[in-house]
């Protein structure tokens, strides 16, 4: 159900409106009695406002992208509505206005579900009038400019979200990522999996090691993705560390060499390591070396 709001049906008496002046579109608000707006407001205010331009229609309908902190400017006309539309889903705060007695705010809803979509709708009572409305959202603010002349009124207006699609991209391309074969071609039987894991407990600690004879593979848990990943460094038979070149392939470490003994470091006051260890043939057998 669409629900009005208005200051105006609480007021008794009629309101005369007289020798309002004409306001010009970048100029919202008057200075104040010996003071003027400081000239870097005006020019970030004009320098921020985006106009309803032709390729911004599609029909009746401007749709522009939305940006943080910029004005949108909003024609409207006595008699007509005007229809600020949210994006679909998201759930409206407050709507607040510098001039509540001669325009008439309210808002109202459409679809459902996760399609159900906010409408702030206004009104001016006359021509030659000016404001700005800021409307707040679980999501986001939005700055408006309202103006009224006596052409044609914008039908409505609403948003396309670059930044929100930019995460939308990337997610689903972590998504192809993670579901991507860490490696291909790989032939099961020639896996090795003789690797020992040893040392301390982070939460990045490695699930387990294996290789195909060239190169070999660290599989990490999942929380891998949320915290930060641990060098990997090779260590030689005197205890000697270097650190080694690795790719990340989801949540696994592909080393481009088979190696003995290696090391996961992270930190530095307090250092978390984990040890990797091969264990050859003879050693799994319990056997010596000749």
Do not use: C
């Not at 407001?41 to 309908?61: D, L, Q, S």
């Not at 998201?90 to 809803?109: F, H, K, N, P």
């Not at 070999?216 to 090779?234: D, K, N, Q, R």
């Amino acid at each position: 159900m669409t629900r009005f709001r208005s200051t105006l049906s609480a007021i008794a008496v009629p309101i005369a409106i007289v020798g309002i002046p004409a306001i010009a579109p970048a100029q919202s608000v008057s200075p104040l009695p010996g003071r003027g707006i400081p000239s870097t407001v005006a020019a970030a205010n004009r320098a921020g406002t985006i106009e309803p331009a032709a390729p911004a229609f599609i029909n009746a309908a401007a749709i522009l992208p939305y940006t943080d902190g910029a004005i949108y400017h909003v024609y409207a006309a006595p008699e007509r509505i005007t229809d600020i539309m949210l994006q679909p889903g998201e759930a409206l705060g407050a709507v607040a206005s510098g001039d509540t007695a001669r325009w008439v705010i309210g808002d109202s809803t459409s679809g459902t579900g996760a399609d159900k979509r906010v409408h702030v709708l206004v009104k001016p009572f006359a021509v030659r009038l000016a404001t700005n409305l800021v409307i707040t959202t679980d999501r986001r603010t939005y700055h408006l400019s309202l103006t009224s002349g006596p052409g044609a009124a914008m039908s409505s207006l609403a948003w396309t979200y670059p930044q929100d699609m930019l995460i939308a991209y990337k997610r689903e391309q972590d998504a192809a990522t993670a579901a991507a074969p860490v490696a291909a071609g790989l032939d099961i039987d020639q896996l090795h999996f003789n690797y020992t894991v040893s040392g301390g407990q982070p939460a990045w600690r490695p699930l387990r090691a294996f290789d195909d004879g060239r190169q070999t593979y660290i599989e990490f848990p999942a929380t891998l993705a949320v915290g930060e990943a641990p060098p990997l460094f090779l260590v030689g038979r005197k205890g000697e560390a270097q650190l080694v070149n690795y790719r990340l392939r989801g949540r696994y470490y592909v080393v481009d060499r088979i190696f003995d003994v290696a090391e996961l470091r992270l930190g530095t006051k307090h250092q978390d390591i984990v040890r990797l260890t091969r264990i050859d043939d003879m050693r799994r057998h319990g056997k010596r070396r000749a």
